[in-house]
Each structure stands twice: as C-alpha cells, then as structure tokens.
C-alpha cells in the first residue's frame, strides 16, 4: 500500500522566516505527490503536485516542493513565511485516490 | 466553474437517526470521491465513484453507510442509525482523471 507521514504534527515559525513541513513517502513505482492545505472549517486547496520531471516543483502562493528520491521525501518550502500561511497542511500520495498523511499545524507569529 | 458544493454545512442529529448529505462536483468531473476527517487526522477515504459506478468502498464503511451518484452528476451519502463515533465532517472531492482533487467545504455532522 502507498502512504506518506507527517513526522511533525506543529511548526511554528516567525514571519519572515523560511517555512519547511516534512514528508516522507512509501510506494511502489513511481510516486504521485501532493501537497494540500486546509484552513478552519473549509474543504482542503491544492497546493501543488509531482508526478515527474523536475525535482523542484512551485506551487500555488509562493510554495514549492523538492521531491527527493534517495531520501524518499517530498518537502513543502516556501522562503519566506506569511502569518495568513497559518493553517494545516497535508501530503499525499495518490494510486486511483488520495491517501493523505496526518496534517501537521504551521503557525506564524507576527 | 463553481467549484464542489456540499450540503448542508451543518448536521446534529441525535443517536439512531438517519441522516443523508448531498455533494455536487464540478460538472465535467467524472470521479467523485467521499473522505471523512475527524479533528487532528487526515481525511480518509470512504469511497469512490467513477461516473455512476461505486468503484471502491473503504472497510470504513460499514452497512449503515450507503452512497449514491445517479446519472453520473451529484452524490448522496446517507447514514442509516447514527452513532457518536459518526461524528466527523465529511468531505466529497471530484476530479477529472489524473488530476488534482477538488475539495468542498465538507458536511460537519454532530451526534447527540
């Protein structure tokens, strides 16, 4: 089965300051990855996907991914943090449909 | 593009009610799949249609769970004699194949 862990459930980072929330990944084949975010009671917003090419994929409001394959991880960045970036986000996998890791809470202080 | 509606946002409902939610997805979107997330988790996956054909349904979903999309367009979720441990939101996401998933704003059910 394909799956993807968040190994840190909070990040808390100043506003201004690069912003990084770990995944890691467990698939066979080549794999699909995602990155979401969902802000309080709303849907989840794709925010940007892998599925091959380019280690460094940008995304949506100034985000970016780095897939890395020896280390089978797929990172969400972005350079410099936002306090409206303040939500959970989440990584997945896709096979027919998307498996998603546990949701880890970024907060940015001001 | 509208974007993936659901209905109603909110639900209470007491214990051994039935309660039925409503999803329709961005029209051109042929799959149409069903997740419930409760707090601090991820969303996870329930079930799944492509057109009118239920492909998939997660161990998740016991007999009391039953889904629906006729005709290929909307879909139903119905909880037959609801439990506490139903309380969760429930997210419906459509997609054309191969790409991104489109999220509605879920279904937050609440059991008295």
């Known amino acids: 089965a394909q799956s993807v862990a968040q190994p840190e459930d909070q990040v808390n980072v100043a506003e201004g300051n690069p912003l990084t929330v770990k995944c890691t990944y467990s698939?066979?084949?080549?794999?699909?990855l995602f990155w979401y975010v969902q802000y309080p009671n709303r849907g989840l917003q794709f925010l940007l996907k892998?599925?091959?090419?380019?280690?460094l994929v940008k995304g949506s409001y100034g985000f970016e991914a780095e897939f890395n394959k020896s280390q089978t991880s797929f990172h969400l960045k972005k350079p410099s943090a936002l306090v409206s970036d303040s939500a959970l986000y989440f990584c997945?996998?896709?096979?027919?449909?998307?498996?998603f890791g546990a949701g880890t809470t970024v907060t940015v202080r001001a | 593009d509208t974007g993936v509606s659901q209905d109603p946002r909110h639900k209470i409902t007491k214990r051994g009610q039935n309660v039925t939610f409503r999803c329709d997805p961005i029209?051109?979107?042929?799959?149409l799949y069903w997740y419930r997330q409760t707090l601090g988790q991820g969303p996870e996956f329930l079930t799944y249609?492509?057109?009118?054909?239920?492909?998939?349904k997660s161990r998740l979903l016991s007999d009391r769970f039953s889904a629906e999309r006729p005709k290929g367009s909307f879909s139903t979720l119905e909880i037959q004699r609801t439990e506490q441990g139903d309380s969760a939101m429930y997210l419906c996401?459509?997609?054309?194949?191969?790409?991104?998933?489109?999220f509605g704003n879920g279904t937050r059910l609440t059991v008295t």
């Open positions: 996401a459509s997609r054309l194949t191969n790409s991104p998933l489109h």
């Open positions: 698939v066979s084949g080549n794999p699909y």
């Open positions: 892998y599925i091959t090419g380019d280690n």
């Open positions: 997945a996998v896709n096979d027919y449909k998307l498996s």
């Open positions: 029209s051109e979107h042929n799959r």
């Open positions: 249609f492509q057109n009118e054909a239920q492909l998939e």
